[in-house]
T-cell receptor, first 110, second 116 residues
């Protein structure tokens, strides 16, 4: 799996958009970008994934650059409940070894 | 049912005890995983089962013994653990291991293990 690089921590004001970047410059053509988050002392939760195109669901939007070397997870209106560690993972779909990097700790501030 | 249920939520055991962690899912998923997570660290993969067969063992010490008795159940048997094995143990499942981007992991809430 390709390696990912994320900022260690970020702050975001409540109600504002949270933009979490991820670099994956060694991504290969058949690797997807996945985002999970882990709220304190809970299991990780799937958020969104994409291959080439931008994606949106009820939780977030995923913007993938044209060269696929980086992506941004967007939480459009951050709430206090979005405070969590956000993990960006790249892997081949269905590949067994899902490896988590260090992630970004997002703190949403009232 | 879209949940992965892990029991117990908390477990305290001595180094000579034998205990088990249990994981159950009723989503029809055929791949199941054990992860270990130490405080302030990301989850680390331990084992992967596919169609009830062990597919990956990430060089985990033999004091951890996984078992997948059927497609819905995954156990982790613990014996002669060390205090450094204290951690949050996470179970996850996915539909299967086919090459589909939609094959995402669903995690349980975890079992917090303390070894005295």
């Amino acid at each position: 799996d390709a390696k990912t690089t994320q900022p260690t921590s970020m702050d975001c004001a409540e109600g504002r958009a949270a933009n979490l970047p991820c670099n994956h410059s060694t991504i290969s053509g058949n690797e997807y970008v996945y985002w999970y988050r882990q709220i304190h002392s809970q299991g990780p939760q799937y958020i969104i994934h994409g291959l080439k195109n931008n994606e949106t669901n009820e939780m977030a939007s995923l913007i993938i650059t044209e060269d696929r070397k980086s992506s941004t997870l967007i939480l459009p209106h951050a709430t206090l409940r979005d405070t969590a560690v956000y993990y960006c993972i790249v892997r081949i779909g269905g590949y067994q070894k899902v490896t988590f990097g260090t992630g970004t700790k997002l703190q949403v501030i009232p | 049912d879209t949940e992965v249920t892990q029991t117990p939520k908390h477990l305290v055991m001595g180094m000579t005890n034998k205990k088990s962690l249990k994981c159950e899912q009723h989503m029809g998923h055929r791949a199941m995983y054990w992860y270990k997570q130490k405080a302030k660290k990301p989850p680390e993969l331990m084992f992967v089962y596919s169609y009830e067969k062990l597919s990956i063992n990430e060089s985990v010490p033999s004091r951890f013994s996984p078992e997948c008795p059927n497609s819905s159940l995954l156990n982790l048997h613990l014996h002669a653990l060390q205090p450094e094995d204290s951690a949050l143990y996470l179970c996850a499942s996915s539909q299967d291991l086919t090459d589909s981007g939609a094959n995402v992991l669903t995690f349980g809430a975890g079992s917090r293990l303390t070894v005295l």
